[in-house]
Every structure is written in structure tokens, then in C-alpha cells.
């Protein structure tokens, strides 16, 4: 491979080859902090040596040992080498030499999400760790500043580190438990980029590509969890809308109104066969059941002709699984498609009254589109200007703000339904 053709691959393979890296330093020092502060020096040394010399013949080899130069000069001092000793004492004596490329990155995604980290931490962090992402790319991705985002690691990093858990693989049952928190922060990290709560653009591409290249990765790992494969299925079936979601010029374009044509169509097979995939296992599981409801999206030929009906009995399957308001109100929406406005609107104004969506501005654009297509035309008005309020998303607000204006209403009474 020539040099030139190296600049195109080095951040990918960096990415992909960050989280065994990491792996391979902590099992053979076990110390998380230190062991990541040094492969992240690797990641960087490589990002410019690997771009001026050309790939090594062995990367991964190339990032372990330049880590583990790392760590050495970090444990030569006398404290280091103490602390080294008692680290040493708390791990097993059979661990692996890191040149053997063993594969730790299962047992990353579980030390990432270790269940006494806030969520948002649990995300900075397996972004760090498996994303291979440095702290300023973090921090700009989530609109903080950098030294917040460091804190927020470091904290993190010290929770691990004083939670005394030695890196290896949770046993069945506590992995069984700690899968749930694992896919949720991959989901919450790929929304985020798919629709991003706040900033001056609908979403962020780099976050949920890196979303689904870790769902790929715990697929990989795990083929025979139904709901790793389901959530999966659901990043991609999602994502292939992308394109048409927005118009040249940034603007939201609402599902109703996008032209299918420019949706991914391979990215519509591949989740389609995914979201098959996870429903030969019993019961269906909650992310199964997305999955399933993005496939009658994407398969349908327009809004009009989706199933909503099998949509609606899945939200309903959502509803007694999760109780989520969110899906809640994803279920009055296909409620409204298959009954009309009317018993969908009893159903947002149930979740209105009960608080469970206080301040959502979702809340209120459904509220608003349901009294528009009832025909209340200057009620559904106050709730899209209610909506623009509260939307911290730039083009969500505007796109909101237009539709508000379009219902200036002032003066004009809707026709009867006799003309």
C-alpha cells in the first residue's frame, strides 16, 4: 500500500483498532486511567506516523507497543512501581500478553457502562475508550467545553478504577444485566446523532456512524443476543433516512414528506434482514419491536400505504414492555393514523396532564398536529409556537416556527364539513 493511499484509511483503522489496543494495555498493567491516557498518546503518534511512513504491517502490534512505552516511562518512578504492586496483587496471574491480540472489547463495552456511572459519563467514556475519539472531539460533538468533558472522564475513569472490578467479562448473570445500560448508551449516542436535542443542525453523522459501527461491533460479539441484533437493525433501518430528512439547505423534512427515493436501500436490506433476525427469538424483546416498526416504515411505498395497524399493535407490545412516555406518544400518533385525531388527542392530553413529558417539545408538535388535521386550526398555532420554545435543536425550532406561521389564522373560520 502506498502512502497516499494511507490518509483514507488511518481513521477508521484507528477507531477499529482502539478499543483491542486498550484492551490488550489493560489486561497486562490493570490500571484503566493510565492504560487509556497512553493508548490515546499511541493514537496520536500513529494518526501522523502512519499518515507520513505508511500503515505498519502490523498496527495493532504498533499501537501495543507504543503504549506500552508509555506505560513504562509512567512506572518507572517509585510511586508508580508501588502502585503497580498493588494492582498486581488484585488481578489473576494468568493474564494474557498483549502481543497475542486477544480481544477484549466485550469487556470494555461492560467496564464503560459500569452500572455506578451516570449515563452521560457511561457515553464520554466509551467514546474515549471504544471510539477512539480525544476529549476536545468528545466535548465539541456534545457542545461542552473541553475541560468539562476531561472532568467528566476523569470521574468516570476514578469510579472504575475505585469500584475494585477486575477487567474481565461479568459473569452470565450480572452480564445479562449490565447488557441493557451497554445498548441503551449505544442507542443514546446514536439518537444523538441522528437527531441531535440540541445545536444548529438536525443531526450529527459523525456520532451515529460511530454508533453503528459499535452496534456492528456488538453484534459481532454477541450474535446470538436477539436484542443486540435488533438494535442494530434499528440504527440502520433509521439511518438509511437520512439524506432525505433534510432538505439542500438543512431544513427538516418530516417522515410524511420525504421522497423514499433518496432513503439507502441497502442500508434498508441490511436492517431489514437484521430486524428478521431478532425476531426469531422469544419473547420479542424492546428493541425487536422498534426494529419491527422502522421496517414497516422503510418497506412501505408511502405514508399513506404504511401498515399503521401492525405499527399500532406494536406500540401497544411498547407500551406494556417499557411504560416509556415516549413511546406513549409515538403510539397516539399511530393511533391518530388508524382512528383519526380524536382518541389520539385523548391520549397526548392523558400524558400532558400526568407531567410525564413536562417541558418536551414533542409533546406539543404532536398535540399541534393533531388539532391541525381536526381543523383547530388556532389552538394547533399556540401549541406549535409552544413547541418552537422549547426545542434547543436550531432546525427543529425553525421548522416548528414555519408551521406556526402558516396557521396565522386571524380572521378566517375553517370550512364546514358540509361544502
Not at 502506498?2 to 497486562?28: I, K, N, T, Y
Not at 472489547?105 to 467514546?127: G, K, N, R
Not at 467545553?145 to 468516570?156: D, F, G, H, K, Y
Request: aromatic fraction near 4%.
Amino acid at each position: 500500500m502506498s502512502v497516499s493511499d494511507v490518509p483514507d484509511r488511518v481513521e477508521g483503522l484507528l477507531r477499529e483498532l482502539a478499543p483491542r489496543a486498550l484492551g490488550a494495555v489493560l489486561r497486562r498493567y490493570g490500571h484503566f486511567d493510565d492504560a487509556e491516557d497512553a493508548v490515546q498518546e499511541a493514537l496520536v503518534a500513529a494518526s501522523s506516523a502512519w499518515v507520513a511512513d505508511g500503515l505498519p504491517d502490523n498496527p495493532l502490534g504498533w499501537l501495543i507497543r507504543a503504549a506500552t512505552r508509555r506505560m513504562t516511562d509512567l512506572y518507572r518512578s517509585e510511586e508508580a512501581r508501588r502502585r503497580r504492586e498493588d494492582l498486581a496483587a488484585s488481578w489473576s496471574s494468568d493474564q494474557l500478553d498483549p502481543a497475542t491480540g486477544r480481544d477484549d472489547t466485550l469487556a470494555l463495552f461492560f467496564m464503560c457502562c459500569h452500572p455506578s456511572l451516570p449515563t452521560a459519563s457511561a457515553v464520554a467514556l466509551m467514546l474515549r475508550a471504544l471510539g477512539g475519539l480525544t476529549t476536545r472531539e468528545i466535548a465539541t460533538a456534545f457542545l461542552v467545553p473541553e475541560t468539562t468533558m476531561a472532568q467528566r472522564i476523569s470521574r468516570a475513569k476514578r469510579t472504575i478504577a475505585g469500584s475494585g472490578e477486575p477487567f474481565a467479562l461479568p459473569d452470565p448473570a450480572a452480564r445479562d444485566e449490565r447488557l441493557a445500560p451497554v445498548l441503551r448508551v449505544v442507542y443514546l449516542l446514536f439518537n444523538e446523532g441522528y437527531a441531535s436535542s440540541h445545536g444548529a443542525e438536525l443531526g450529527r453523522a459523525d456520532l451515529a456512524t460511530e454508533a453503528i459501527r459499535l452496534g456492528r461491533l456488538l453484534d459481532e460479539l454477541l450474535p446470538d443476543e436477539a436484542e443486540v441484533t435488533a438494535l442494530l437493525a434499528l440504527m440502520l433501518l433509521t439511518e438509511a433516512r437520512r439524506v432525505a430528512r433534510t432538505t439542500d439547505t438543512g431544513a427538516l423534512v418530516p417522515l410524511s414528506e420525504q421522497d423514499r427515493n433518496h432513503w439507502d436501500r441497502s442500508l434498508v436490506a441490511q436492517g431489514t434482514a437484521l430486524a428478521a433476525r431478532s425476531l426469531d427469538h422469544s419473547p420479542m424483546g424492546e428493541y425487536a419491536a422498534q426494529a419491527a416498526i422502522a421496517a414497516l416504515h422503510d418497506g412501505a411505498p408511502s405514508h399513506e400505504e404504511t401498515d399503521w395497524r401492525r405499527i399500532l399493535s406494536l406500540y401497544t407490545v411498547l407500551v406494556r414492555q417499557t411504560n416509556s412516555p415516549v413511546v406513549r406518544l409515538n403510539r397516539a400518533v399511530a393511533v391518530a393514523m388508524v382512528d383519526g385525531p380524536e382518541p389520539a388527542l385523548v391520549l397526548v392530553d392523558e400524558l400532558a396532564a400526568s407531567g410525564a413529558l413536562a417541558g418536551s417539545h414533542r409533546l406539543h408538535a404532536v398535540r399541534a398536529h393533531l388539532l391541525e388535521t381536526q381543523g383547530e386550526l388556532r389552538t394547533a398555532k399556540a401549541e406549535y409556537v409552544a413547541a418552537a420554545a422549547r426545542s434547543a435543536n436550531t432546525r427543529e425550532r425553525d421548522y416548528l416556527t414555519m408551521k406556526a406561521a402558516a396557521l396565522d389564522v386571524v380572521g378566517f373560520s375553517p370550512p364546514s364539513r358540509d361544502r
